[in-house]
């Protein structure tokens, strides 16, 4: 069983003007006890800038793996973020990852007892011959055998590619998947926003939310709001 907060974060900045060179940040958090319980926030963050190289990536994982998993305060004061960040400057990518997975493996309706999650993917590709500006936001909230308790859900992906050149691509990827077998109870609101923009062969926008309980009910007390922008193709649902 943890007990505390949890802060992970991971800052890769290159300077250099060269083409080979490039940024690289990993913030990698797992957790995989009996019971998981965190009267605390979570936070996991990933940054990368790369000035005039080759690309920059920035990749945020949380793993939270137990029989129960307890996240947060009774007051809801607390909660997970995760977030990654890639700023690519030169001739080219940004590539930002920010993934959340929480499975809960118990029975009862609080196998998954969480507070607030926000989940973000920022990636801007602002150099004069951009290749590739790639954001993606992925939650998992697993409870095969039992329920999941949460509050607000947060899912953010932007892209921007501004100079992009020849088959360069801006996507923005923003997906929250929330499985159980008895119940699932968003005592909050539920929103997934991608954003993609860029002067590019394709500039995609995806969106997506599922909620899905195998044997019981799902409650979302708040909005739902599933959102995809685009001045190229956009999809959500």
């Known amino acids: 069983s943890s007990e505390f907060a949890i802060f992970d974060a991971a800052i890769a900045i290159d300077g250099g003007g060269e083409s080979g060179h490039h940024a690289n940040a990993i913030a990698q958090v797992n957790i995989d006890p009996a019971v998981i319980t965190i009267n605390g926030p979570v936070d996991v963050i990933a940054v990368a800038f790369d000035n005039s190289g080759s690309h920059a990536s920035a990749n945020a994982n949380l793993n939270l793996d137990a029989g129960s998993v307890h996240v947060g305060t009774a007051l809801g004061n607390s909660g997970i973020f995760v977030g990654a960040v890639a700023i690519e400057s030169g001739e080219g990518q940004a590539n930002a990852l920010a993934c959340v997975q929480i499975i809960g493996t118990a029975t009862g309706n609080q196998a998954v007892n969480i507070q607030n999650v926000t989940v973000a993917a920022i990636a801007l590709d602002s150099g004069l011959d951009g290749t590739n500006a790639h954001a993606n936001a992925q939650l998992l909230i697993s ?27 801006a996507i923005a990827q923003a ?47 708040g909005n739902l709001e599933v959102d995809a922008l685009s001045n190229g193709e956009a999809s959500a649902f």
């Open 143 to 169: 409870a095969d055998s039992g329920g999941v308790q949460t509050r607000n859900l947060d899912m953010l992906a932007i892209a921007n590619l501004p100079f992009g050149i020849g088959d360069a691509n």
């Open 175 to 221: 997906n929250a998947n929330v499985f159980a077998s008895s119940s699932i109870a968003v005592n909050g609101s539920v929103r997934v926003n991608a954003i993609a923009s860029g002067n590019s062969e394709d500039v995609l926008a995806n969106a997506f939310v599922a909620l899905q309980a195998s044997t019981g009910n799902v409650h979302v007390s």
